[in-house]
């Protein structure tokens, strides 16, 4: 069932009278790390445009990551489950947004391997009835948030296009590639404006830290190990959160219909020098690095090409990485009180579920 929580005014909502001010952006996923984000950034850029953030407010969702536009009144948060028929209605009854930008998901590889189920549910059959509702309503654009993940293990020095094969390699990579595909039939077969958005890593404030940045550095703060998986030589392309929100940007603005578009940043690093550049900032000792037994299906490498936004869209990465991420390590030291209140919850049956087998291979 849906809630409104942060309960501005429904009219304020709909109080609008300019091409500007006609845009009710439903953001789904708002409350995690990537939407949150974004919802700031769109905000501070568009006043005047209402945001409407749906989310269900898994463990991964966190109210706290918007305290500072909570007062707004172009912002109101709505409690509910993209994969629920109803809620969606609801929010689409109440608030009649015009565009959709599709963040929730299950989000996390580890926890995949362990409940591909929940991750087709909300990735999957949630996409749908977005979809079907954005169909009925007639949106004008709806953008799917997705993933370089969907293009599956790059061998170097390939970078992957839009049209390159689709091979996920594990569940989390399958949903969205599955999402992706139905977000395609919405445009091929109803005409619906749809965008795809295929983004690298992703570094920044307030990401959960079950995923790599954010494990390293709770982990170093703590004086705990950090778990490496298999031999560290993975490597991922990183960007900062504030360049792939405007790449969004772009995309909800300017992107031409049915496209997808890829946003990578050139910026590969292995897995264990990631590790160690962090430690180094923060002082901590590289014993702290533990080689443990590997994520199964682990893919080597991801890596796409972006030239189709530079060339269609004048994105580029605005952030350099060195200089973000030293900004999200602070941001992480002045927050530690965000983190604690993770540690303190269901984080820690989490921790041990994924990491309390992994057999420790080298120190
Ligand atoms: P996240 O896990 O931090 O946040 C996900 C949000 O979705 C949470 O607020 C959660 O409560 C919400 N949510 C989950 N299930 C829901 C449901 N059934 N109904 C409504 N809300 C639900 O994820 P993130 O890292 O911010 O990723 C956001 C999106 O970006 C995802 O679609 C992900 O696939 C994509 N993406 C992430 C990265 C990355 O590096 N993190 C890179 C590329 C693409
Ligand atoms: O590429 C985009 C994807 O990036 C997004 O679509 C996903 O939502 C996001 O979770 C992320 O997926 P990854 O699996 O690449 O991210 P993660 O932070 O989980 O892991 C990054 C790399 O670090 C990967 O090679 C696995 C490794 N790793 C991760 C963790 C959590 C470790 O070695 N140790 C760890 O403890």
């Known amino acids: 069932m849906t809630e409104r929580i942060n309960q501005n005014s429904s009219n304020n909502l709909m109080d609008v009278s300019s091409e500007d001010l ?31 953030n749906f989310d269900k407010l898994t463990y991964a969702g966190n109210l706290n990551n918007l305290s500072s536009v909570e007062e707004n009144p172009n912002y109101v948060f709505v409690k509910g489950d993209v994969a629920d028929n109803r809620d969606v209605k609801n929010v689409f009854e109440e608030f009649n947004p015009n565009y959709i930008i599709h963040f929730a998901a299950e989000s996390h590889v580890d926890r995949s391997i362990l409940n591909p189920d929940i991750f087709l549910k909300t990735n999957v059959l949630g996409t749908q009835i977005l979809l079907n509702h954005a169909k009925e309503n007639n949106v004008n654009k709806f953008v799917q948030i997705s993933t370089d993940e969907v293009y599956g293990s790059i061998e170097k020095p390939i970078s992957c296009l839009e049209d390159s094969k689709i091979a996920p390699n594990n569940p989390y990579a399958a949903s969205k590639a599955a999402a992706d595909l139905f977000v395609r039939v919405a445009h091929q077969t109803y005409g619906q404006v749809v965008n795809i958005i295929r983004c690298c890593n992703n570094c920044g404030s307030f990401q959960f830290p079950e995923k790599l940045i954010p494990v390293i550095i709770g982990n170093a703060l703590n004086n705990k190990e950090i778990p490496v998986y298999g031999d560290g030589k993975n490597i991922r392309d990183w960007i900062h959160v504030d360049d792939h929100c405007k790449a969004i940007d772009l995309v909800l603005h300017n992107g031409k219909s049915g496209e997808i578009y890829n946003v990578g940043a050139d910026n590969e690093w292995q897995n264990v020098k990631l590790v160690e550049f962090i430690l180094d900032e923060l002082n901590a000792s590289k014993n702290l690095i533990k080689f443990v037994e590997d994520r ?62 992994r057999s420790v291979e080298t120190s």
């Open 296 to 357: 199964k299906g682990h893919d080597l490498r991801y890596s796409v090409d972006s030239s189709k936004i530079k060339k269609e869209l004048g994105w580029k990465t605005s952030i350099d990485f060195d200089d973000g991420l030293k900004q999200t390590i602070n941001w992480y030291k002045s927050h530690l009180d965000w983190i604690e209140e993770i540690h303190s919850g269901e984080y820690l049956n989490y921790y041990d579920k994924i990491y309390k087998d």
């Open 22 to 52: 006609n845009k009710i952006i439903l953001v789904t996923g708002g409350a995690g790390f990537i939407g949150s984000n974004f919802i700031r950034y769109l905000m501070g850029k568009y006043p005047k445009y209402k945001i409407i």
